[in-house]
């Protein structure tokens, strides 16, 4: 069929056809229960059945509530901890992996079967990973318990289990191992992107391995790295399966985070939806507010250090005062 003269065939409107479903499961999905959940934070929407729901007297009633309970505090404790714990050496070995597959000096030979092999924890479902571990670590009878006395570190079973401090650890131990594979594929990505000419330059300049990955590398990735960070943060402060999985939250609510604690506020028998909701919008703060932290330390400089928009407004205020130079 010939197009008319003067006619202009539109294909904007299949764009938003395209995206119409996106767009109806993003509101339904994950925009209304956000302001759903941000509303009855407010409320004293609470129990089973609760015909009289309103706003409280005190609107932040709820939010007090939370931020002054002792096992809302611990849980943030053990949430940050734990994801400390793991996050440290997991960046660590993923920059050293990313290190190792991305020097072209070294030629290792069957690379994708060692990047699957370190990716398949993160593709094994949580719930799989925490029946092995709770096997692994299990009391009386265990693998790590035989391996121990067999090799004469301990003389009788250790119970795990019952230590706070070792629970923990294999809780954030366990974070690291599923975690650490998906983290050096995302930085090697972003080693791949950068033009090769930079790192023919450096050799050729004399720069050894450690110089060309810490002084070329990493710059050359800071968006990588940003990305890398502010996931790492938002996962790991909402931290659920592993923790709730493996030990239910015990021994003495030590692998307890806050994601737990939020479940356990609205379903595990209190039914307390509207501190469950507080509690998510306090996360939802302290997340907004480490992550633009990390973006304000990570943000593009120009070549006198100054961030973008900075430099846009110096380069304002220097065309002003050109101009007002100009007509004086």
Sequence with gaps: MKKK??????????????????????????LYPILYT?????????????????ILDNPFENFQQVLSSPSFQNALKNTFFIWIVNFIPQLGLALLLTAWFTDRRWKIKGQGIYKVLIYMPNI????????LFKSLFDYPVSPMNDILMKIGIVDKAFNFPVSKSWSRGIVAFIQFWMWYGYTMLILISGVLGINPEIFDA????????????????????KTI??????????????????????????P??????????????????????????????IMFVIIMFFSSILFFLLREKDADGYGVAESKKLKKQAKLAKRKGGVA
């Design 252 to 281: 003495d609510n030590a692998t307890t985070t806050t994601s737990v604690f939020i479940y356990n506020q609205a379903f595990s028998g209190s039914y307390m939806y509207n501190r469950a909701a507080a509690a998510s919008m």
């Design 38 to 54: 941000l509303i009855i934070g407010f409320t004293n929407l609470k129990g089973v059945v609760c015909p009289d729901v309103h």
């Design 124 to 131: 094994i479902t949580a719930a799989t990973i925490a029946i």
């Design 225 to 250: 790295l940003l990305f890398t960070l502010v996931t790492s943060l938002i996962g790991g402060l909402n931290m659920f399966d592993i923790p709730k999985l493996f030990l239910l939250g015990g």
């Design 5 to 30: 003269k003067g006619q202009e065939v539109r294909y904007a409107k299949y764009g938003y056809i395209f995206s119409l479903p996106f767009v109806i499961a993003f509101l339904i999905f994950q």
């Design 202 to 221: 450096a050799e050729v300049d004399g720069a050894n391995r450690f110089q060309t990955f810490w002084l070329v590398t990493i710059p050359n990735i």
